[in-house]
């Protein structure tokens, strides 16, 4: 069981789908499975916000969604005494203890959720975002890399991943974009960008694990609080698309784990 250690309450995970940007849902049936894992997994109350989709809303739309959500997060603790959502006035939860969790695109969306809002987020106070686990975050760039250019995957390749940017991206842009490729030529310098820890996992035959790796390696560079955990032979979505399975219980544990050190 993963309890708040401070007051027995239960911690809050905020859990971000994935689908390059232009599909998904929380309602979807792998996701909401997902979401199911994750709260008797880490016993603890899943929040899983929807987001806009592209082409109809291009980035920055879901960013900015991302952040609203975070927003309403903090309006439900400011008011949790007095009309808040049932699930959340109840006084069973710890808006001092939240994680945010992002498969894929939400991944990225993750990532920028951790840089808008700091080391501390406070500007969310009171709710405390304690650390951000991203899972096989989606980002892009115009280099290939050498795992992007080996097989596909069974259910994902190359020309889909590129479909998702071309349809995502604002107008004009490229997968240079800051949305796209967090250390592209204008891209923020993250050096000097105090961050909450993250937790990065990514399945070793998966087309996006050289730029998860290499995300992971130049934050740690940077002197970020970043772990980076590899499933060998596994491809995209392999925690999302069966959470019961063997290899979802070492995330489960992996995640539980990382919780646990960054609690208060």
């Not at 009309?83 to 959340?88: E, R, T, V």
């Amino acid at each position: 069981m993963l309890i708040s250690p401070s007051n027995n309450k239960l911690p809050i995970l905020f859990f971000i789908h994935g689908g390059g940007f232009c599909v998904g849902s929380r309602l979807w049936p792998n996701c909401h499975n997902c979401c199911l894992r994750l709260a008797s997994g880490l016993n603890a109350l899943v929040v899983a916000p929807d987001y806009r989709l592209a082409p109809e809303h291009r980035l920055p739309a879901a960013m900015e969604d991302g952040i609203s959500a975070m927003q309403w997060l903090q309006a439900q603790a400011l008011r949790s005494e007095n009309g808040g959502h049932a699930w959340l006035s109840n006084g069973e939860v710890d808006f001092e203890q939240v994680f945010v969790l992002g498969d894929s695109s939400g991944g990225n969306i993750a990532h920028h959720l951790a840089v808008r809002l700091g080391a501390g987020s406070s500007g969310l106070a009171p709710v405390r975002v304690r650390g951000y686990i991203l899972l096989a975050p989606f980002f892009g760039g115009l280099a290939r890399t050498k795992s992007e250019e080996g097989p596909s995957e069974h259910l994902l390749n190359l020309e889909i991943l590129d479909r998702f940017w071309r349809l995502s991206m604002p107008v004009g842009e490229s997968r240079e974009h800051p949305l796209a490729n967090p250390f592209g030529p204008a891209s923020l310098n993250l050096e000097p960008v105090a961050l909450d820890p993250i937790l990065v996992l990514v399945g070793s035959d998966e087309l996006l694990k050289d730029r998860v790796e290499d995300y992971a390696k130049r934050l740690e560079e940077m002197g970020k609080k970043i772990q980076y955990l590899e499933f060998e032979g596994k491809q995209h979505g392999f925690f999302t698309d069966d959470p019961f399975s063997e290899s979802a219980n070492d995330v489960i544990e992996l995640i539980k784990k990382f919780m646990l050190e960054n609690s208060a």
